[in-house]
Antibody, heavy 116, light 108 residues
Framework: EVELVESGGGLVQPGGSLRLSCAASGFTFSSYEMNWFRQAPGKGLEWVSYISGSGNTKYYADSVKGRFTLSRDNANNSLYLQMNSLRVEDTAVYYC?????????WGQGTLVAVSS | EIVMTQSPATLSVSPGARATLSCRASQSVNSNLAWYQQKPGQAPRLLVYGASLRASGIPARFSGSGSGTEFTLTISSLQSEDFAVYYC??????????FGGGTKVELK
């Protein structure tokens, strides 16, 4: 059974940093592209970032480019989202998701709250 | 960036009735369109991809149609568990992947 478990969310001040993790199981992690999405409170879904199975190709939304860095550790079946220079508008539930463009599997999400 | 627009924002439907949700793309996305269902406090769930292909385990009462810029998700006979928010997403031209603003299907 495919399972994606996010961790690392929490409350942080504007300008601060957080590192989100996603632990994957139930599939051959290195064979799958992965994405992060987010959802601000009461709002819709927003794509954040993509990484290829090898980790060599990455894409970022304009809203996070230059501040967020996506990486993966295929040996440990883990995905990481390093978030720097956080802004109030980054407040959201962040979802780890498997697959390239049609997302068949989602984690349950981790809440990131940016506030002073 | 391709902008996705969903209508209506809220749809009030009685159990057993038919629900028709619309999604429009700002430019053609061919058939590269997916629909997701999201319930409060839960992650999205894939319903349809390729505009009309049901995902694994999705009941036959959910059907998708359309191509190009106009798409529809139809729920033929609403069950209590179908009251949720529905999002369309294009994957024809990305990054970025883009979603519509959602349609909330609520109990009439």
């Amino acid at each position: 059974e495919v399972e994606l478990v996010e961790s690392g969310g929490g409350l942080v001040q504007p300008g601060g940093s957080l590192r989100l993790s996603c632990a994957a199981s139930g599939f051959t992690f290195s064979s799958y592209e992965m994405n992060w999405f987010r959802q601000a409170p009461g709002k819709g879904l927003e794509w954040v970032s993509y990484i290829s199975g090898s980790g060599n190709t990455k894409y970022y939304a304009d809203s996070v480019k230059g501040r967020f860095t996506l990486s993966r550790d295929n040996a440990n079946n883990s995905l990481y989202l390093q978030m720097n220079s956080l802004r109030v508008e980054d407040t959201a539930v962040y979802y780890c998701a498997r697959d390239y463009d049609v997302i068949h599997f989602w984690g349950q999400g981790t809440l990131v709250a940016v506030s002073s | 960036e391709i902008v996705m627009t969903q209508s209506p924002a809220t749809l009030s439907v009685s159990p057993g009735a038919r629900a028709t949700l619309s999604c429009r793309a700002s430019q053609s996305v061919n058939s590269n369109l997916a629909w997701y269902q999201q319930k409060p406090g839960q992650a999205p769930r894939l319903l349809v991809y390729g505009a009309s292909l049901r995902a694994s385990g999705i009941p036959a009462r959910f059907s998708g149609s359309g191509s190009g810029t106009e798409f529809t998700l139809t729920i033929s006979s609403l069950q209590s568990e179908d009251f949720a928010v529905y999002y369309c997403q294009q994957y024809n031209d990305w990054p970025p992947l883009t979603f519509g603003g959602g349609t909330k299907v609520e109990l009439k």
